[in-house]
Nanobody
Framework: VQLQASGGGLVQAGGSLRLSCTTSGSISSMNVMGWYRQAPGKQRELVALVTSGGYINYGGSVEGRYTISRDNAKNTMYLQMNSLKPEDTAVYYC?????????????WGQGTLVTVSS
């Protein structure tokens, strides 16, 4: 299983970006996809996740500004980020957790840098 994240870049405060994460490989029907971010000197934190069943959860600092979605036919997850703030600057990682009868399997993408200028 491989994850490829893209869409990061430099944007001014108040602007928008859309991240994409495309998966490849054998993926179980029950899974959780998510976006995490890590700012310099800080721990990695959850941004948003979406399950194969459609449940969505957002980290507190982005709710109302970010929207997570997935297109299962394209094996792709998206993160629409609006009203960006300088504190949203971080490397954004996509994550996939495969659920099944055995241990959960977690995979990470390579990260894409989002820089928000003030």
């Amino acid at each position: 299983v491989q994850l490829q994240a893209s869409g990061g870049g430099l944007v001014q405060a108040g602007g928008s970006l859309r991240l994409s994460c495309t998966t490849s490989g054998s993926i179980s029907s029950m899974n959780v996809m998510g976006w995490y971010r890590q700012a310099p000197g800080k721990q990695r934190e959850l941004v948003a996740l979406v399950t194969s069943g459609g449940y969505i959860n957002y980290g507190g600092s982005v709710e109302g500004r970010y929207t997570i979605s997935r297109d299962n036919a394209k094996n792709t997850m998206y993160l629409q980020m609006n009203s960006l703030k300088p504190e949203d600057t971080a490397v954004y990682y996509c994550n996939l957790v495969l659920l099944g009868l055995g241990p959960n399997l977690a995979y990470w993408g390579q990260g894409t840098l989002v820089t928000v200028s003030s």
